[in-house]
């Protein structure tokens, strides 16, 4: 039972990251159908901007509140940039040229992020504990750590935000009104461009969050972070159906436990087949995913 | 002064030439109608004015200032909204969300809630199901909530395109009741129908449209007494 409930504490924690990064993919898949490869890379440098800043600051010898908060918003802030750069630079101009077009160009984005990483950050380094960390033994074998706690607060408080801006306010309205019809949006007076460019900055600000997170959990950083879980990211979006908000956060927690349970019941070596197993299993017997859209339409 | 003007519009779709040389003339506080044969052009003469399609050449002009060159949403901004062919709601949004969003280029509040109880005093139905998501409308529900939708922009000049396709006769009737009720408030319209009949009914000016041509144009009246317009497009 403990083994159980610890796995179920290590598996949300990994999926909760697993789901911030998801929403990226999905948002942008949402409006421009488009799987953004580069959005595992933005998480990368969301990382490496987060270590940088807290080192230009000197949070990494002198950790304090304030300062943390500020290397949170700063490297956020970062990745919103990046990622609202990379669709000015790269996908903007092939807005309407083959979907094909715009998929191998976000690949060759990701391959010049990934190696621009090696070059300037090197193979690996170390993240600074920027926050106390405590261990609460609940049970012989059963933990709760403090980075599994701010994961889920910070998760939790995010997708209220996310849910509240996409479901209450105009600009959320104006993206689902793009996701549906871009055409259709412009003619609402909908400036579409600008809505795809917030809806970047949104996955982006989000995919920091999740660097930064799992950069104070696992204190290592790699410029190919982004290759692995990113490309785990996308599974869980795929999951839950592309395109689908709630359907990013149920593929990220289900591919998050799924991978706990195989390591901690079976082998960890498997951990890495499971999320791909669970990819084919759902491409064969429900491709548009577990939240897959199914639209209502009358002609 | 015409509120718009299409001048030697000409549009192509790739290797397709979807407009020749187009010239319109729709008049200030008049319902113009263009009609035409399924691929005449009327859709995408719709959507060149709008900004959707770019021409290659011609000029577009609203209260004699060009537009053709900006983009959709500042054309909207200027004073152009549509109700675009297929009604083209949101499915997934509500009712109220579709009607929020064709306000977009407007801030005041209060003028938009204003008008949104203006909108469901002309279709108490659409008032009845501002929670649901409108794909689960009706066609002839959808019809009126992207006429609504359209006229949230406080449009100069409203573009209608086939508010009639698809629908019983009766919601027909009703619904064009209420295009000549938004007229004769003082909006300009411009009318895109195959239903020829009904169209000329209750314009003022019609255009014929053949494979990207205008083949003829006058008063209403006259086309509708017209023996060559009845044979193609009044059915005798």
């Known amino acids: 039972m403990t083994l159980f409930l610890q796995q179920l504490i290590n598996g949300l924690s990994l999926g909760a990251i697993y789901a911030l990064i998801a929403l990226g993919y999905t948002m942008v898949y949402g409006t421009l159908q488009l799987i953004n490869f580069a959005h595992g890379e933005v998480y990368m440098m969301g990382a490496f901007a987060a270590l940088y800043l807290a080192r230009f600051l000197g949070v990494d010898t002198n950790p304090t509140i304030p300062g943390v908060i500020v290397v949170a918003v700063g490297a956020m802030t970062f990745c919103a940039v990046l990622g609202m750069t990379i669709e000015r630079v790269a996908y903007r101009p092939l807005r309407r040229s083959s979907r094909l077009n715009m998929l191998i160009t976000a690949i060759g984005v990701s391959l010049l992020l990934q190696n621009v990483g090696l070059l300037a950050f090197g193979a690996l380094q170390s993240f600074p504990s920027l926050l106390p960390e405590a261990k609460w033994q609940i049970a012989d074998g059963l933990a709760l750590r403090s980075q599994d706690v701010l994961t889920f607060s910070v998760t939790i408080a995010l997708m209220l935000g996310l849910h509240h801006i996409v479901e209450r306010t105009q600009i959320g309205r104006a993206m689902r009104a793009v996701s549906h019809s871009r055409d259709t949006a412009a003619l609402m007076g909908i400036p579409v461009d600008r809505v795809v460019s917030f809806t970047f900055a949104i996955g982006s600000v989000l995919a920091g969050a999740a660097a930064l997170l799992i950069a104070l959990d696992k204190h290592t950083i790699r410029p190919d972070m982004g290759m692995t879980g990113g490309l785990k990211a996308f599974v869980a979006a795929v999951l839950g159906g592309i395109g689908s908000i709630p359907g990013a956060v149920a593929g990220g927690l289900l591919l998050g436990l799924a991978e706990t349970f195989v390591s901690g019941y079976l082998a960890s070596t498997y951990r890495d087949a499971i999320a791909f197993l669970l990819l084919i299993g759902i491409l064969l017997y429900k491709p548009s995913g577990l939240f897959g859209k199914s639209t209502v339409e009358k002609v | ?236």
């Open chain 2, 1 to 236: 002064m015409n509120a718009l003007e299409v001048r030697k519009l000409e549009v192509w779709y790739g290797q397709i030439h979807a407009l020749h040389g187009v010239d319109i003339d729709v008049e200030h506080g008049r319902i113009t109608t263009l009609l035409g044969a399924n691929g005449a052009g009327k859709t995408t003469l719709l959507r060149t004015i709008s900004g959707l399609v770019k021409a290659r050449s011609g000029s577009i002009t609203l209260a004699g200032a060009p537009i053709a060159h900006l983009e959709p949403h500042q054309i909207v901004a200027r004073g152009i909204s549509q109700s675009p062919e297929g009604r083209q709601v949101f499915p997934n949004l509500t009712v109220w969300e579709n009607l929020q969003l064709g306000a977009w280029t407007r801030t005041d509040k209060a003028g938009i809630a204003a008008d949104i109880e203006r909108i469901v005093k002309i279709w108490p139905r659409l008032g009845e199901r501002m929670k649901q998501p409108s794909g689960t409308l009706s066609g002839g529900e959808q019809q009126m909530l992207a006429i609504g939708r359209a006229m949230m922009a406080r449009p100069k000049v409203l573009l209608l395109d086939e508010p009639s396709l698809g629908l019983a006769p009766v919601i027909v009737a009703g619904i064009f009741e209420t295009i000549q009720a938004i007229n004769a408030e003082g909006v300009t319209v411009l009318l895109v129908e195959q239903n020829a009949h009904l169209a000329l009914r209750i314009a003022h000016t019609g255009y014929v449209l053949e494979t990207g041509i205008i083949k003829q144009s006058g008063p209403a009246k006259e086309l509708l007494d017209d023996d060559a317009i009845r044979a193609a497009y009044l059915g005798g």
